[in-house]
């Protein structure tokens, strides 16, 4: 019994990192989080068309730059994995833009509809956040030094995204959100 449980135990130490089960999942969510960003290059632009706040049209203008920067990032991670750069349909960000839309529908232009964006895109800074957290503790446990620093960048990105939009909201949006009638 004991002899079983070391004989697994060293199998398991011997595995190439590239052909892991953490770098499988690591590739698989590559994919996911490709798809997410490449959808989101379609998605804020409509955000921008919708919004009334001039800060908030800053704010997601900037970000579009930046998630176009994001898309680039992970081809660049692909390469660095020998691997082409491959998209799979994102389930969680399909969810996140489609309600988007529904929520900028269901609002009255102005600052309700703003309120509205901002709760939106936060979600999907969130979602982005905790999926490129996870990717780069998942490239530091298979030593990719350099996607780690690729991967790390970006998450940076999207937690400032996030504080910009907070601060948008609470400094105007929503106090105006607040003040007018439905
Ligand atoms: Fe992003
Ligand atoms: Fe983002």
Known sequence: MKETSNTTKEKKTHTPMNSSQLMKLFVDELKDIYWAEKAL???????????SSLELINA?????????????RLKQVF?????KPET????????LIAEAGEIMKSCE?????????ISAAQK????????????????????????????????????AAD???SSVAI?????????EAV
Do not use: W
């Not at 997601?60 to 680039?72: D, G, I, S």
């Open 79 to 83: 390469e660095l994995l020998g691997q």
């Open 171 to 179: 400094d105007t949006v929503n106090v105006e959100a607040a003040s």
């Open 60 to 72: 997601l203008t900037l970000h579009l730059e930046e998630t176009h920067e994001h898309v680039e």
């Open 41 to 51: 290059t379609k998605a804020i632009p409509e955000m921008i068309e919708n919004a």
């Open 124 to 159: 999907v800074e969130h979602y982005e956040m905790a999926t490129y957290g996870t990717l780069r503790q998942f490239s530091e446990t298979l030593n990719l030094t350099d996607a780690v620093v690729l991967l790390a960048a970006t998450l940076q990105e999207e937690k």
């Open 163 to 165: 504080e910009k939009l």
């Open 109 to 117: 232009e102005g600052p309700m509809r703003d309120a509205g964006i």
């Open 88 to 95: 799979k349909p994102c389930k969680a960000m399909q969810g």
